[in-house]
């Protein structure tokens, strides 16, 4: 079945950096667009960033073009996003997520606090 396991999730400091992950297994990995979600509290979930299937094709939220970098690998079946310069409106819970299929991870924490 359809698995897709986020973790690298922390509490940073303003200003640090960090690097989620995530795996994915139940699906050809590699003929599926990725992105990466979050959902602060009591807010809806917003898109964070998109990688096409090769990844040549990558786009971003305005609120985090030029901080974070989305990448994959499509031999490892993982989805990385290389999150610096973060900020407190950063925290939040971060999914993965394909969006031609319905499955949703249980996500990872990150706090951006000092």
């Known amino acids: 079945q359809v698995q897709l396991v986020e973790s690298g999730g922390d509490l940073v400091q303003p200003g640090g950096s960090l690097r989620l992950s995530c795996a994915a297994s139940g699906f050809r990995f590699e003929v599926y667009v990725m992105r990466w979600y979050r959902q602060a509290p009591e807010k809806e979930r917003e898109l964070v960033a998109t990688?096409?299937?090769?990844?040549?094709?990558?786009n971003y939220a305005d609120s985090v073009k030029g901080r974070f970098t989305i990448s994959r690998d499509n031999a490892q079946n993982t989805v990385d996003l290389q999150m610096n310069s973060v900020k407190p409106e950063d925290t939040g819970m971060y999914y993965c997520n394909a969006p031609e299929l319905p499955h949703w991870g249980q996500g990872t924490q990150v706090t951006v606090s000092s």
């Open positions: 990688i096409g299937k090769t990844g040549d094709y990558t």
